[in-house]
């Protein structure tokens, strides 16, 4: 199965994903508000990318999520999981339902993705391991000579960890042009702000000294989103990366760019208040 939008002029593509995107956030709020548990800050800076990567990007087929030639995503930022869970719901993995099942014993929507979860390419959590991951995917796939692509979606805190950036090196020496990591660039982490924590300076340079084609764009942007994307699939004989320029809690006013919204699940009064937001794109067009 290819692209939904493949044939669609670029306006289109890029109206049809905000929309989707739309949706997207506000089925994280009510799956985190109904689990009374969840991740808002880092699944709502992610919306806008994961959005396009699953309408508009990947080749991939819900009824048969294990098809051995789709292309794969690992969310190695896996307490963000409610932008992954919402989307695959809205794609057709499973039952839009399944969503208010959010973090209950039993259920297939853990706190953080599990692999038996129709859609997830892999189990995740623990931070730092993602990369590494895709990397042993996207190997397989030139061993294999298959022509699928290989996403993976970095918190900027994560990469702190220096499984990272083992996996740059070896993703570099191996010339896996089917690897693309995309960093969300919200500049929070769980403790504070990443750049008091654990500076990381200009990321994309370091990428690039790594030997990866760097690529930036705004996060929020569908058109940018959209086009980045594009670029990063014509690249050739190296893995790229995409620093995506992003705001934790994006589209719910009390929530950007606020730590405290990292793990914390929204009251009455902030549901409504973050429902109300969303639809009337009250943040999202600032």
Not at 1 to 6: E, G, K, Q
Not at 75 to 89: D, E, F, I
Not at 174 to 199: H, K, S, Y
Not at 240 to 259: F, H, L, N, P, W
Request: glycine share 10%; proline share 4%; hydrophobic share 40%.
């Amino acid at each position: 199965m290819t692209s939904l939008l493949s044939d669609k002029p670029l306006h289109e593509r890029v109206a049809y994903l905000q929309e989707k995107a739309k949706e997207v956030r506000l089925r994280i709020i009510e799956m985190i508000h109904k689990a009374n548990s969840g991740h808002p800050g880092g699944s709502l800076s992610a919306a806008d990318m994961v959005t396009a990567l699953y309408f508009d990007f990947l080749r991939l087929d819900p009824e048969k999520p294990r098809w051995a030639d789709r292309d794969r995503f690992i969310l190695s930022k896996g307490h963000a999981c409610p932008v992954l869970y919402a989307t695959l719901a809205m794609r057709g993995y499973f039952p839009l339902e399944t969503l208010d099942t959010l973090r209950q014993f039993e259920s297939i929507l853990q706190g953080h993705p599990i692999h038996k979860t129709p859609g997830v390419d892999m189990t995740t959590g623990s931070l730092g391991h993602g990369l590494s991951i895709g990397l042993g995917m996207a190997l397989e796939g030139k061993l294999r000579k298959a022509d699928f692509r290989v996403f993976v979606l970095l918190g900027d805190g994560e990469i702190n960890e220096g499984h990272v950036w083992e996996a740059a090196m070896a993703a570099s020496k191996f010339g896996t042009d089917n690897l693309v990591a995309m960093v969300d660039r919200n500049r929070l982490q769980m403790d504070g702000f990443c750049d008091e924590i654990m500076p990381m300076g200009d990321i994309g340079a370091k990428f690039r000294a790594f030997g990866w084609e760097t690529l930036a764009m705004d996060g929020h942007d569908m058109r940018d989103v959209v086009l980045t994307i594009e670029k990063a699939l014509l690249v050739k004989g190296k893995p790229t990366v995409i620093v995506a320029e992003t705001t934790k809690g994006r589209g719910v006013s009390y929530m950007q760019d606020v730590c405290g919204w990292h793990g914390r699940c929204p009251n009455e009064d902030e549901f409504t208040c973050a429902m109300d937001e969303i639809r009337s794109n009250a943040c999202l067009e600032k």
